[in-house]
């Protein structure tokens, strides 16, 4: 039985994923997507020169000697056009934005004047050429390319969008994600308390890590240890673009998961990743099988996604479905989640930043490793003179869910670690809403 | 004129603002909400002692003297009851999950056995009491608190609250945000082109980043330079809970924003920030008045929250609106909100993690600074050994947006700052949509 080490197994994932075409979508709708297409500038901003302050636009050679009093022949407010051309010993009274008008080749501040009677003002020192004045086109050029093909759309992209008044964007398409928990010991969200079972948490944390990428994934339930009934849901979840699987691809005598899955058509690619936690992990394809006569069943749970009526079929290319084997334990399937279900999503909706975030932190207290498999510690993550200490969350046992609910980050200890001492510095990747901190971050 | 510095800016705001109240949402839709309310086990988990490997259960002391054969009198599986209990000299095949019999006080795995004829099995090494034994409640005791009120929603959490079966969820309530931009020069996404106008691109990269806080905002429209309709816009603004009105508030002859709000009985908490980009911008409060009797106007643009029908009248202690007065020009718009607003919406969540995550990273090059304000300078972050390098994306002006949508990072110039040194750590915050890397991060 082969163990991948786990950068070889997201090798093995990402060169088989891409992406599946594209649509358009309202700017309003667009967050979080990837521009498809190049997005091209529709006028010059500034379309001329103008202001960048409230004051007086000026020759700057009638200031060649320092002060002097300029006659005032105009008032320019932002948006309207100049009327006059400045001659020598004239100016004109000028807004932020508005255009400066001909013969002018510097803009003075007001607090730079002093205001006299007649139509005149004092200008009280000299200035540049070109002074607080913004460039025809400094901000953008008709016809350049603004954004390109492949950027992710961030709050600034959308304004960049609006200011070239793209309102229909065109972005990659989003895979469509189901998520199926197998085994005849689980508990349904909706289902009655029964003492011997375990409620079904693997699917909710899924459905939430799926979520915060931005795709509302189908809900497909729960298949019992019986061959029939999880090849149902099997042939049901290759429909979807993606199908995640947990619980039933260990070596167990009931996980008839991996050989229903392979009678189903998908070549599996690996079902085994040196990692702790995480080890079941698989991952296989199945090729050109027919996604366009799917007729989506009626979710027994409630669904984020209910109201989608399932599969798009959308890869122009090529008909296949991915499918993810996750471990039965929640903490488990998380964090395989974050190595390989996340990047390969991510791909596939043509994003090119595909890890998470790493910040390198100070070790807290010594950490066991035996070398063999890359480990996942859930650690919360302390400000501290030059960055963050990183402190375990407590009893990492695979079952212990509560210690992935406070993590702030996933340490990585190394396959071939021996162990870590603390004080060293090790990597952490940072965790979903960890986007935000306690601390206002350094000292302003 | 007076002004505040950010650190104090933001402390008045924290200042006025609290939460709304709380409701109740389903599981599928509580990610990045806050928990209003405790959440308790419902049961022990695992219900009973159960087996953390595919092996045997058995008595330590039959093999007190290393290997031995034991005699298996009954196979358990995940959600099956043990009939038995095991007496000296045998043992119970077991699954994964599966409740430890009577008698029994360890599991050896598969691996460590030997099978034999005659329902016999040998057992090839001495166990400790305990071993590969998970206790019953280890991961969780019934009645105990699992979850604490003002716990942020992530993937993890909703996990939990799926263990404890909570499918509705008490959260705090989310306020209600209304964006209005205003100004003769601006163009409307949806107006036709007029090359002497600006497009409006505040409003919609407002809109993004209200929505990466996971709140639908309302959008308003542009309100032009006209004492009543400004009037008009800014009433209709103050039915929501918080109103963002971009541009405006400068000290220019045609900026009326601030004395209609203060005739509508906003008092202004403070209209200038000794920052760079960003002032003018200014904070108020209307307390008091009637959000009651609110009458929704439809919506000039199209806006991702149309369907809502506008405000909801959710404060139970005391009725009152939050008016930011942001600038007009798109990046220090987008820096105020940052600063500003993102934290007071956050608060008003329930959320405790107010500021973005920071990085301590290294300057790429020198940053010229005259002490007085606090300057965000927009970068990127360049993995390096021991963390990362921030490099400028260039031009800063703070009407060049592209240099917004390219970054990743605002690094912080301290306002005393007589300029950074190339090599000097500065301090980083990360943006949307950064949470993720190119880069696989460490060495694994």
């Known amino acids: 039985m082969k163990y991948l080490t786990v950068t070889d197994a997201q090798a093995c994932i990402l060169q088989a994923v891409k992406t599946l075409g594209i649509e358009t979508v309202g700017i309003e709708r667009c967050l979080g997507r990837v521009l498809a297409a190049d997005i091209l500038a529709n006028r010059d901003q500034p ?7 409230d004051g007086f636009a ?9 002060a002097a009093t300029l006659e005032i022949v105009e008032d320019i407010r932002a948006g309207e056009m100049p009327t006059k051309t400045l001659a020598t010993g004239q100016c004109a009274r000028i807004m932020t934005g508005a255009p400066v008008p001909q013969g002018a080749d510097a803009v003075i501040r007001v607090e730079d004047t002093e205001a006299l009677a007649d139509n005149q003002t004092k200008i009280l020192c ?14 953008m050029r008709n016809g350049a390319v603004v954004l390109t093909a492949g950027t992710e759309i961030t709050p600034g992209v959308i304004g960049m969008l609006a200011m070239v008044k793209c309102s229909n964007v065109t972005v990659y398409r989003q895979p469509s994600v189901a998520i199926l928990s197998t085994g005849d010991e689980l508990e349904g969200l909706n289902d009655p308390f029964d003492a011997n ?9 899924l459905m939430a890590q799926v979520l915060s990428l931005g795709i509302a994934p189908v809900m497909l339930g729960i298949a019992r240890d019986d061959p029939d009934e999880l090849r149902r849901y099997l042939q049901q979840g290759l429909q979807y673009d993606v199908l995640l699987v947990s619980g039933g691809t260990s070596v167990g005598v009931h996980d008839y998961v991996r050989p229903t899955l392979e009678a189903l058509g998908v070549e599996m690619k690996f079902w085994r990743v040196a990692m702790k936690p995480g080890h079941p992990m698989a991952f296989g394809v199945a090729s050109g099988h027919d996604k366009e006569n799917f007729m989506p069943v009626p979710s027994p749970q ?17 008909l296949c479905s991915f499918v993810f084997g996750l471990p039965g334990n929640p903490v488990s399937s998380m964090v395989c989640f974050e190595q390989f279900v996340a990047p390969a999503l991510r791909r596939m909706t043509g994003k090119t930043k595909l890890y998470r975030r790493t910040v390198e932190a100070r070790l807290a207290r010594d950490v066991k490793h035996q070398p063999g498999r890359t480990e996942f510690i859930r650690v919360t993550l302390h400000k501290e003179e030059g960055g963050y200490a990183a402190i375990s969350t407590g009893a990492q046992g695979s ?17 071939e670690s021996h ?10 990747q940072l965790l979903d809403g960890m986007s935000y901190q306690h601390e206002i971050g350094g000292e302003w």
């Open 126 to 139: 000299a200035v540049k050429p070109g002074n607080d004045i913004r460039q025809r086109a400094e901000s």
């Open 58 to 66: 000026l020759r700057s050679s009638d200031l060649a000697h320092g």
């Open 302 to 318: 409630s669904s984020p996604a209910s109201g989608r009526g399932g599969k798009r079929s959308q890869c122009e290319f090529e």
């Open 419 to 428: 162990g870590l001492m603390a004080d060293t510095y090790v990597t952490v």
């Open 197 to 205: 079972k375990i409620p079904d948490a693997n699917s909710h944390a």
């Open 47 to 53: 379309p001329y020169d103008v202001s960048a302050m």
């Open 399 to 415: 079952g212990i869910l509560a210690s992935m609910a406070h993590a702030e980050g996933l340490m990585i200890v190394p396959a």
